[in-house]
Nanobody, 126 residues
């Protein structure tokens, strides 16, 4: 059973914006790292951004710093990824993932995560 459901992907021109959402009603965000990963065709899956635990500390891959913002709405059990100034190299399937925060070593390493959504396609093209 899939407990994470992504939405908000689509086709956008370079320089444009998209906002991804991840519905995660089964997770208490205070105890989890909620993260976004992406996988482009022919490439390995890579960590994009994470928001962790009670403090909501955020992490970003260098490639998206200053352009992407992760946030969460505890009341709605939803995690968002606001993506601005999108580039063609951002094209990928974006996945939401969850991991128990305690003991987490590398928040942007996919091997740390036990729960995954099915993904949403983001295509950046003119």
């Amino acid at each position: 059973q899939v407990h994470l459901v992504e939405s908000g992907g689509g086709l956008v021109q370079p320089g444009g914006s998209l906002r991804l959402s991840c519905a995660a009603p089964a997770f208490t965000f205070d105890y989890y790292a909620m993260s976004w990963f992406r996988q482009a065709p022919g490439k390995e899956r890579e960590g994009v951004s994470s928001i962790v635990g009670r403090d909501g500390t955020t992490y970003y891959a260098d490639s998206v710093k200053g352009r992407f913002t992760i946030s969460r709405d505890n009341a709605k059990s939803t995690v968002h990824l606001q993506m601005n100034n999108l580039k063609p190299e951002d094209t990928a399937v974006y996945y939401c993932a969850a991991a128990w925060a305690r003991g987490l070593v590398d928040v942007l390493r996919d091997g740390e995560y036990t729960d995954w959504g099915r993904g949403t396609q983001v295509t950046v093209s003119s």
